[in-house]
């Protein structure tokens, strides 16, 4: 039996998998046996239940023709491709006429391969003249993109997983990585046990998560007192000569007026701020500071905040003053979301950046792209586009007259959703490009576009180390569905731009692209498909085709080793910040801070986990985390229903009453939008306020009260 060497496309992880066929080759029926790849440097041979069951919903609920249809009270009909392509061509070309370029948006996910984000950026960004591409990653991971370009002068995680085995401390901050990211954790996890008592693990969450379940030390502080804790912690490392001046001196700028700030952070007041003891979070210094290497990992409890880069960049300040990075075992390490949300990075697939890790406000970096693309000088507009919360407005003002979204679901993903629906509502012409239907943002579609989905293209995927692994298709595509990349293409051509869009391949697409890393941090010219088919998964940088495999030689998988950093005077940038606070503390009229998460099984909104049996039966609906005291005076216990109420809505969920959260804390899994469960919508809750310098949404927390639910 043959099998396929491809990439989990699930989480940002990046497990290898090996994939065959266990009974005929028939697109509608074909099963197939899912197992670790044990050659792939990220994972080993280890898979979690999400991976090991991919499969079995890979032809259920298929979107198999395009559809259309006029408005939304309209049922869809089935049309063929090309009247569904001049149809979109016939829009764009009207909007762009008519209301300008910048009424176009497309909103796509890091479920995209890097071929189907860099061809949509030529399309949005070079040829229409718009940078309003965003992706669901500015949900995710933007504040630690801001985070890593601001105090490097680069994005671009300077770590790789083999950091987890063999640092001395680990420290885990807004992060459940054992559920949320659960192949890094089993690596952390093994190392910690095997090195009892000589590794140490600090996890920092309000919750007792599955995470903190085994750290050494966890610090349940109040909701997004982050930054309190950080400078708590520099102020100690400080003051017990916890630091790295030669380091200091060498490779940073600005650690005078920082050291000037976290002065003003007594343990005392942080530990009262924080809500945990002085003698924790003297450990957690200790251990920071008397650790000959540091590995820090974080993901959305500190991105998801409207003081996101903050948090992100108070994080990297620890480093900087101790030295911990560029070394084995060391550095600040962001877990991205989704499985090719490093390669979106990468290809430019954010509002404000470019392919190669550039920037739409770089006029030298908007030539080097305008050149390559063979398009004329000033194609590509000097303004960032809108960020995804910012194209709900704009659809919300009648701003927007083509929404395109991509392989994402913003009917359940995006922050304060009945706004978010109402805005969807209002959208003259959007365009869903999906492998499944239904799903919710189906809804408020006017042009439903199949989309081939993993295994069904070839493509490229770069995880959160910066392992870049080929993805091949290995079974035929069903119906009609076509790779995102084509999609955009043809698109494109149909615009005028048949230069631009010549390529007939995926391999094609991505030669090209790989040619705009060169020199960058994130320079992938030595990669191809051919290369990564028969090497196998390959760790950027790799700038020559014979640059050695970072995974199996010697050749340093971490950056800035020699302490220089791609900022204009090769220093990396201290900043400081002091806590803002929640964007909507909690008040007596809404007491609780909601905050959300995963769950191990499911993926984001369900699209493809809902249809999955075994993950089902394992997380068969949402529910309501509670500490026993808030219970207890809401004379609650767990399986009773209560009605979770915000300023913008309310959502009806069972309660879990539990030690492992903080009092005046409440929790809600993110998963289950409109198809899946009645009025149970994690967004009906959340806000809309965002990080200015990222804008990511805080969807982590919100204020809330609990209204229990009486038998009638
Ligand atoms: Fe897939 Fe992530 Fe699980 Fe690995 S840890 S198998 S990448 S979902």
Redesign the pocket.
């Known amino acids: 039996m043959t099998s396929t060497k491809t990439l989990?496309p699930?989480?940002g992880?990046?497990?290898g998998l090996e994939v065959a066929p266990v009974s005929k080759p028939d697109a509608a029926t074909e099963n197939y046996l899912v197992k670790g790849d044990r050659a792939h440097p990220s994972?080993q041979g280890m898979?979690?239940v999400?991976?090991a069951t991919i499969a079995d919903a890979i032809h259920k609920n298929r979107l198999l023709y395009p559809m259309v249809r006029d408005s939304l009270d309209e049922p869809f009909r089935r049309v063929s491709w090309d009247e569904a392509l001049d149809a979109i061509a016939h829009r764009i070309r009207h909007v762009v006429d008519t209301q300008g370029p910048e009424a176009v948006c497309m909103y796509g996910s890091g479920q995209l391969q890097t071929e189907d984000y860099y061809t949509a950026q030529k399309l949005l960004k070079g040829c229409l003249g718009t940078n309003n591409f965003d992706a669901n990653s500015r949900l995710c991971m933007s504040s630690a993109v801001a985070a890593y370009i601001q105090s490097f002068g680069s994005d671009g995680p300077p770590t790789c997983y083999d950091d987890l085995e063999q640092t001395d401390c680990a420290f885990l901050i807004g992060t459940n990585t054992a559920e949320c990211?659960?192949?890094?954790f089993n690596r952390l996890r093994k190392y910690h046990r095997k090195k009892k008592g000589k590794v140490k693990l600090i996890v920092v969450d309000p919750r007792r998560t599955e995470t903190a379940k085994d750290a050494d030390l966890h610090l349940a502080i109040r909701p997004s007192t982050d930054i309190t804790l950080m400078n708590g912690i520099a102020h100690i490392l400080l003051r017990k000569g916890w630091i790295d001046p030669l380091f200091i001196e060498e490779a940073t700028q600005g650690f005078t007026p920082y050291a000037a700030v976290v002065d003003h952070y007594p343990p005392e007041k942080v530990a009262e701020v924080c809500g945990i003891t002085v003698a924790e979070l003297e450990q957690a210094a200790r251990w920071w500071g008397r650790s000959k290497s540091v590995l820090s990992l974080w993901s959305m409890g500190i991105n998801q905040s409207a003081e996101g880069t903050a948090k992100a960049r108070t994080l990297i300040n620890l480093h900087l003053m101790s030295g911990q990075i560029g070394r084995p075992g060391a550095g600040p390490f962001s877990l991205t979301g989704q499985?090719n949300a490093m390669g979106g990075r990468e290809a430019g697939g954010l509002a404000h950046i470019l392919p190669g890790y550039r920037l739409v406000k770089n006029p030298e970096h908007r030539q080097a792209v305008e050149t390559a693309w063979e398009l004329p000088p000033g194609s590509i507009s000097p303004t960032p586009g809108l960020a995804a919360w910012d194209m709900m407005v704009g659809l919300e003002q009648g701003a927007v007259g083509v929404f395109w979204v991509a392989a994402t679901n913003p009917a359940v993903s995006m922050p304060d959703i009945e706004r978010t629906k109402a805005a969807l509502r209002r959208s003259p012409f959007t365009i869903l490009q999906d492998a499944y239907y239904p799903t919710e943002t189906a809804e408020y579609a006017h042009v439903l576009l199949p989309a081939a989905q993993w295994g069904e293209k070839s493509g490229i995927m770069t995880n959160s180390e910066r392992t870049v692994t080929y993805c091949p298709a290995f079974r035929d595509r069903p119906g009609e569905a076509r790779a995102d990349w084509e999609i955009f293409a043809e698109v494109g051509r149909r615009l005028g731009f048949a230069k631009q869009f010549a390529c007939q391949t995926s391999a094609e697409v991505y030669a090209e692209f790989v040619q705009l890393t060169a020199g960058r941090v994130c320079d992938m010219t030595g990669l191809s498909h051919q290369r990564l088919a028969d090497e196998g998964p390959i760790q950027w940088p790799c700038p020559q085709v014979e640059t050695p495999d970072t995974a199996s030689t010697k050749h340093d998988k971490r950056l800035y080793t020699d302490f220089r950093f791609p900022t204009p005077n090769g220093r990396a940038q201290f900043a400081t910040f002091h806590e803002q606070g929640l964007t909507e503390p909690p008040d007596p009229e809404f007491p609780f801070v909601l905050t959300n998460g995963r769950l191990y099984g499911h993926?984001h909104t369900q699209s493809r986990t809902g249809r999955i049996d075994k993950i089902r039966k394992m997380h068969p609906e949402p529910l309501l985390e509670m500490h026993p005291i808030d219970a207890q005076h809401l004379k609650l216990q767990s399986g009773d229903w209560v009605e979770v109420r915000s300023r913008r809505g309310q959502a009806r969920l069972k309660v879990v009453v539990t030690q492992y959260i903080r009092r005046g804390v409440l929790f809600i899994p993110m998963h289950w939008g409109a198809l899946w469960a009645d009025a149970a919508e994690c967004n009906a809750l959340t806000h809309s306020a965002v990080c200015p310098i990222s804008l990511q949404p805080e969807l982590k927390a919100s204020a809330v009260t609990v209204v229990p639910i009486t038998e009638e």
Do not use: A, L, R
């Open positions: 989990c699930y989480c992880v990046g497990c994972s898979v979690c999400k991976g990211h659960p192949i890094v499985p993926w």
